[in-house]
């Protein structure tokens, strides 16, 4: 068994599973005990463990729902869609990174103490060492959800199982410790809690300068003798991309969410108030940092569902103050094309990679809030006009034949003509739709083009966890909890009243919304789960959803586009979705069944 053991500035690899050591070899420049000497190295450990997080780039695996195909067709998703799926092949394991990355914190939090991060300042110490402990924390708590998300599930012997609770370091040799069982996933699902709960009682709410008139957090001035200066330099604007206790939050009301789910919750009613009260303690906090941010109750970002507009996107950034309120976080701003370059249609200079489905510009609701599936009397739908008299955010979210795009008129339609048909039509060239639709959302407004030689670039924000996410989350567990109006003794908002403040900020948005007044708790329990889809659309929760909700005939439902010719629509099925009712759980990775003789979830 080979060993591949090696020591690079500031981050130190210690692979376990795949008996990777801490020790270096001889040849090497240092040992271990390097990070009782060099803070760099130490904070290396949870650096390691903060890259395992699944978060940090677009997945688009809406390429395996009833959302959106691709014209990739050597992509993972489209296998794993097709058929393909197996505890041998799995592109949404991360059983592997999300275990090293634990193994990584443990080490960290087994060495932090003996760190001498500034041993010059013991205040500026002891701040160092209180936030880098809350940091592990949050991450170690951020990759357990993951771990029970992708492979908890019922196994064969019929209990609800999460993963092996591995709290300490753990040497590769140590396989008695590695082979115990999978906890039970109510088990696994507390010590989410936990390293969360311990988490937000070391981190500050959030990191920024602060000034006199906010003063240093509690916690953070243990002597009394620390300076604004020096809780400035270890929690100020330069942390701001690292987990605060606001994240941690955050990841408790996504764990109360899952957990109190369809498929995860075995018959306790109480878990929906649970993720309701998760999701309205986040929701309650002002950001008195950057006072113009995110103030707390239902301070909606008007703008939240053009989050990655250049506008939006201007109002980010680490060294000014903060003036969006649409992040809890997020990555700092990047200038790059990559998006546009992937999935611009082919006359653009992009690869149209993404494909919207007709199933999902179905789910758009006409501008007046009904759906396109209500009474035409109310709705207004015209089979014929399809597009016309919908909700703004259609346009804004999916380009279709007719629909204007860089100030230019974009032709899918298979006798179109002009400067914007050409391979933008249906099924023309590699590049081209299959679906009769391209992504639109995620790209940066006009600011990213192609001059038939070159591009430009622009800035753009990689988002992980936006309030959107949290106000729905609110309002779907709100809802199951207390019915469309009801509200927690903590928190006086109902789903009903969240809703109609996101249908209604596009612009133009939803105004009266009678169909959201006529809802009762189970027509707002379709709505909400409608308004998730369309409004986090692309951003990796589709796939998951579904199977939380345990709607195993979306999951199957196969993947329809449009045809258009002669100014004529008509409908056929793309690709279709090979899932058995079983996999609503992933599977846990088949090397470790052998290795380990675990459970494996039934079907797999």
């Known amino acids: ?275 309701a009260e998760f999701s309205g303690e986040l929701l309650s906090k002002p950001n008195v940092i950057y006072s113009s941010a995110f103030q707390g109750g239902l301070d909606i970002d008007p703008n939240g569902h053009r989050f990655y507009a250049s506008t939006e996107v201007a109002k980010y950034n680490w060294n000014t103050p903060v003036t969006g309120k649409e992040y809890v976080w997020r990555k700092n701003r990047e200038n790059n094309n990559t998006k546009e370059t992937e999935h611009y249609p082919p006359t653009f200079g992009g690869n149209g990679r993404i494909n919207p489905s007709q199933n999902f510009v179905d789910a758009f609701p006409m501008a007046n809030g009904y759906p396109i599936t209500a009474d035409p009397s109310l709705s207004g739908y015209d089979p014929a006009a399809p597009y016309t008299g919908r909700d703004s955010r259609l346009g804004l979210f999916v380009l279709y034949n007719g629909a204007s795009f860089k100030s230019n008129t974009v032709y899918t339609a298979i006798d179109g003509t002009g400067t914007h048909a050409g391979d933008n039509r249906l099924g023309m060239a590699a590049r081209s739709t299959r679906t009769g639709y391209y992504l639109k959302k995620l790209l940066v407004d006009n600011n990213v083009t192609w001059n038939g030689s070159s591009w430009n670039t622009a800035d753009h924000i990689e988002g992980y966890v936006r309030y959107t996410e949290m106000f729905l989350t609110y309002a779907e567990a709100a809802n199951q909890a207390w019915g469309p109006d009801g509200v927690s003794q903590s928190y006086n908002y109902s789903a009903r009243q969240i809703i109609g403040e996101i249908r209604k900020r596009a612009n133009p948005g939803i105004g009266a919304d009678p169909y959201l007044a006529s809802l ?85």
């Not at 708790?521 to 959803?545: A, C, P, V, Y």
Request: hydrophobic letters at 35%.
């Open 520 to 604: 009762d708790k189970e027509g707002m329990i379709t709505l909400i789960q409608n308004e998730r889809r369309i409004e986090l659309s692309f951003e990796s929760h589709r796939f998951w959803d579904l199977r939380r909700w345990n709607k195993t005939d979306l999951m199957k439902e196969s993947v329809r586009g449009v045809r258009w010719e002669g100014g004529i629509p008509s409908y056929f099925d793309v690709e279709s979705r090979d899932y058995e009712d079983y996999m609503i759980y992933g599977p846990v990775p088949q090397t470790e069944i052998l290795k380990f003789n675990f459970i494996q979830n039934r079907g797999w």
């Open 1 to 275: 068994m080979k060993n591949y053991k090696f020591i690079l500035p500031g981050v130190i690899f210690i692979m376990l599973f795949s008996c990777q050591l801490l020790e270096p070899d001889n040849e090497n420049y240092s040992t271990f005990d390097r990070v009782y000497e060099d803070p760099a190295f130490a904070e290396g450990l949870l650096i390691r463990g903060f890259i395992q997080v699944p978060v940090r780039d677009y997945r688009y695996d809406e390429r395996a729902t009833d959302d959106a195909v691709t014209n990739d067709l050597a992509n993972d998703y489209v296998r794993m869609a097709t058929g393909g799926w197996s505890s041998q092949y799995n592109p949404q394991h991360v059983w592997q990174n999300c275990n090293d990355g634990i193994m990584y914190v443990n080490k960290f939090l087994e060495i932090v103490d003996k760190v001498p991060f500034r041993p010059s300042n013991p205040d500026i110490d002891r701040m160092y060492k209180r936030r880098y402990k809350g940091e592990a924390y949050a991450i170690r708590g951020i990759l357990k959800y993951y771990l029970l998300r992708n492979h908890g599930g019922y196994g064969a012997n019929g209990e609800l199982l999460g993963t092996p609770i591995y709290d300490e370091f753990m040497e590769y040799t140590d396989k008695s410790k590695f082979s115990q069982p999978r906890a039970k996933f109510v088990d696994c699902v507390q010590t989410v809690y936990d390293d969360l709960d311990m988490a937000v009682s070391l981190l500050p709410l959030d990191f920024g300068n602060v000034t006199a008139g906010i003063g240093i957090p509690p916690g953070y001035n243990e002597s009394g003798n620390a300076t604004i200066d020096d809780y400035n330099l270890v929690c100020g604007r330069t942390a701001s991309e690292r987990v605060s206790g606001r994240i941690a939050l955050a990841f408790k009301a996504k764990m109360a969410l899952l957990h109190a789910s369809p498929a995860f919750n075995e018959g306790n009613s109480a878990l929906w108030e649970k993720a």
